[in-house]
């Protein structure tokens, strides 16, 4: 899919799996957002509120139509994608790319799983 960033290198075995993407010099939507560079450490990146910028609103139509396509694409075929953050969202040029789709096949729980956890009908 267009919207999927691709994975160089992938290997699993019973006790743990290693993913290997290209890097990107734009970043995350993270990055974007926080005016960060992929390659400076966490803390410098997004721990200064006063970075933060919103995005116009011609991005936020196309990067949001872009995950919402592609969100509809990994349903469709089944696949659940409960990591969505800006933090997983890859920027190429001015297409957004989601990341981490092994999460799920790996068995690790949602992004979201606290919150959901917190409601007694949903299991």
Known sequence: HPYIYKITFAIANESSALVIRPFSEK??????????????????????????????????????????????????????????????????GDTCKLLDLENSLLGLPSFYRSYFSQFRKIN
Do not use: W
Request: a positive charge.
């Open 27 to 92: 970043g995350t939507l993270k990055d974007l957002i926080y005016k960060a560079k992929p390659k400076d450490p966490f803390l410098k990146k997004y721990c200064n509120p006063k970075k933060i910028q919103g995005l116009e609103l011609q991005q936020i139509k196309t990067y949001g139509r872009q995950i919402l396509e592609v969100l509809k694409f990994l349903h469709e075929k089944g696949f659940p994608y409960g990591h969505l953050h800006s933090a997983n969202v890859m920027l190429d």
